[in-house]
C-alpha cells in the first residue's frame, strides 16, 4: 500500500469465521494502526460483511476485494490510475478462472441483473473494485448477499455516479468451495433481487420528481 498512496488504512472483516480469522486480524491491527477489524459474530453475509467494511472506511477511495485468492492484488495500481476516469473503477476478470457451468450461470445472471435493475456494467459481481467513499454516504443499501455488487452499481449510477472497467487477472481457486450455486442461495437471491428492483424504482422515481420540483421551483419568475 505504501508503494501505491501515501495515506492508507486496510479494514478487514471477519463475518463469523469459526477458525483463527478474528485472533490474526485483531494481532494485525494491534500492530499497526493503519489495519481495522470488524467482527460479525454470528456470520451476517456477504453484503452485510461489505456494508460493514463500507461503513468503517474513512479514505477519499475504498477498494475492496474477497478473501479467496483469486485476483492479484499488486493490480490495484491498475484501478488506482483510472480513478480520475469515474466514480467507480470497476476491474473485470480476464480469461474467467471458473468451470463453463458456473460461467454460464454468472453471464445469465448478470444479464439478468442488469436488465431488472437498470444499468450497465461489465462483470457485474468481480470482487475487484474501486468506489469513491463518499457515494456510500448517499445511498441506503438493503442488500445482505451477493447481489450487493449490482445494488451499488444501479444506485450509484441512479445519483449520477460514472462507471470504467478495466482488465484484471482472475486466478484459480485454491482453497474453500464457492455456494453460489446452491438452490438455497440462488432462490434467496432471486428473492432479493425482486424486493431491490421494487425499492430502487421508488427511490428513483422519488429522485426524478424532486429533480422537477427543484427545476420548477428555479424558473419560476420573481416579483417586479
Avoid at 499497526?32 to 453475509?45: A, F, L, Q, T, Y
Wanted: aromatic share 8%; glycine share 8%.
Amino acid at each position: 500500500m505504501s508503494r501505491l498512496v501515501a495515506d492508507w488504512e486496510i479494514i478487514i472483516v471477519d463475518d463469523g469465521s469459526v477458525d483463527r480469522t478474528g485472533e490474526i486480524a485483531d494481532a494485525l491491527a494491534a500492530a499497526d494502526s493503519r489495519i481495522k477489524v470488524v467482527h460479525h459474530k454470528p456470520n451476517k453475509g456477504y453484503g452485510m460483511a461489505l456494508r460493514s467494511g463500507f461503513a468503517a472506511a474513512k479514505k477519499t477511495f475504498v477498494f475492496y476485494t474477497d478473501g479467496d485468492g483469486q485476483f492479484d492484488i499488486d493490480e490495484l495500481d491498475l484501478l488506482l490510475a483510472k480513478r480520475g476516469d469515474a466514480d467507480i473503477i470497476s476491474g473485470y476478470r480476464r480469461n474467467r478462472q471458473d468451470n463453463v457451468i458456473r460461467r454460464i450461470n454468472a453471464a445469465g445472471w448478470s444479464w439478468l441483473v442488469q436488465i431488472a435493475l437498470k444499468f450497465r456494467c461489465r462483470d457485474v459481481d468481480s470482487a475487484f473494485k474501486l468506489y469513491r467513499r463518499e457515494m456510500f454516504d448517499r445511498m441506503e443499501l438493503k442488500s445482505t448477499g451477493a447481489l450487493i455488487d449490482a445494488e451499488i452499481l444501479s444506485r450509484a449510477v441512479r445519483l449520477g455516479y460514472t462507471i470504467k472497467t478495466v482488465p484484471v487477472t482472475h486466478l484459480p481457486r485454491q482453497a474453500g468451495s464457492p455456494t453460489g450455486a446452491k438452490l438455497r442461495v440462488i432462490l434467496r437471491a432471486f428473492k432479493e433481487l425482486l424486493t431491490l428492483r421494487r425499492d430502487i424504482m421508488a427511490s428513483a422515481d422519488v429522485a426524478v420528481t424532486n429533480r422537477a420540483a427543484s427545476v420548477s421551483a428555479s424558473d419560476t419568475p420573481t416579483g417586479g
